[in-house]
């Protein structure tokens, strides 16, 4: 697995007090940098892989540094970052995100901004390049197939969708393949340039709602495959049941500790019992990032009676 960032833009956008030793964490520590936590009277934190560690001896960071650091991540101008906003992030070059925290508040044209910045969560941006090799072969051996990718918060699942991204939108797959990016995590976006790593034959929806980004995609584009990550309400389901008898793979993610609470939230269930997916992925909690738990064959399981 390899991964290689420009870290430049989150600490250009800290407090000056923290910027050198952010360098220093994100020089020492790198992709074990997961975020960077600033809270008005509370200390700054590194939140690591394996732990975290408080920066700054402890000391306070100010309302004024927030402030500050807001105004740096939007460049000065919040206004033209008011799309963004609405959504409760504002991206980086190098597709990291900051998500903002504060109280919300409706302008005169009824948009919902933030005020009172209370909070900034810097989420460093990571390219796991490779991380699926030992799940993608077990996955595919012979054709390409629907999948579902489930696992807890911080296990990998959206690397593991950039990765397969990758690969069947390369030699020797060379897949029509679409990735319907709503959270923009996917193909890191910035300014209409992606800061992830594509592949030939992929094209990305970037900021489309789940539902009108796959049916776009299914209009527009002729894919073979379509990626989509962290699918959980009624109307991400519908929006995937769309794609059944089109000839379309869907591969997703959705948040599930275990197997039985994907079969106790309803319009999943639903999902897994309309042959959208054929496969199930279970990734392994704790520390472990992108390792296959358990590999489910749907058919497999309903000849079975499971």
């Known amino acids: 697995m390899s991964n290689t960032r420009d870290y430049h833009p989150v600490t250009a956008c800290l407090p000056e007090g923290l910027m050198p030793e952010a360098a220093r964490l994100l020089k020492d520590y790198g992709e074990k940098v997961n975020e960077i936590r600033l809270r008005v009277g509370r200390p700054a934190v590194a939140m690591l892989t394996d732990g975290h560690e408080f920066m700054r001896s402890e000391k306070p960071v100010s309302a004024e540094e927030i402030q500050s650091c807001f105004e740096k991540v939007c460049g000065y101008s919040v206004y033209s970052h008011q799309k963004e906003l609405e959504q409760g992030f504002v991206t980086l070059p190098g597709g990291h995100r900051v998500g903002i925290c504060g109280s919300a508040c409706l302008d005169k044209s009824g948009k919902r901004t933030v005020h009172y910045i209370t909070s900034l969560n810097i989420r460093i941006?990571?390219?796991?390049?490779?991380?699926?090799?030992?799940?993608?072969?077990?996955?595919?051996?012979?054709?390409?197939?629907?999948v579902l990718v489930a696992g807890q918060p911080c296990s990998g699942k959206t690397s593991l969708l950039k990765d397969f991204a990758l690969k069947l939108s390369s030699a020797p797959y060379y897949k029509k393949t679409v990735l319907v990016d709503e959270r923009e995590e996917l193909a890191a976006m910035y300014r209409g340039t992606p800061c992830n790593t594509l592949g030939a034959f992929c094209d990305v929806l970037s900021g489309y709602p789940k539902g009108e980004g796959i049916i776009n995609a299914v209009r527009t584009l002729s894919p073979d495959v379509i990626i989509v990550d962290e699918i959980g309400n009624r109307?991400?389901?519908?929006?995937?049941?769309?794609?059944?008898?089109?000839?379309?793979?869907?591969?997703?993610?959705?948040?599930?500790?275990?197997?039985?609470?994907?079969y106790r939230?309803?319009?999943?269930?639903?999902?897994?019992?309309?042959?959208?997916?054929?496969?199930?992925?279970?990734?392994r909690g704790g520390n472990a990032r992108c390792e296959a738990e358990q590999i489910i064959d749907l058919s497999e399981a309903e000849k079975n009676g499971n």
């Open 265 to 283: 939230r309803e319009p999943i269930k639903k999902l897994l019992q309309s042959g959208v997916f054929e496969k199930i992925v279970l990734l």
């Open 235 to 262: 109307e991400d389901a519908e929006a995937v049941c769309d794609v059944i008898n089109t000839g379309i793979v869907m591969i997703a993610t959705v948040h599930a500790c275990n197997v039985g609470e994907l």
């Open 125 to 146: 941006a990571a390219e796991h390049i490779g991380c699926s090799e030992g799940i993608f072969s077990r996955l595919f051996p012979e054709r390409i197939s629907g």
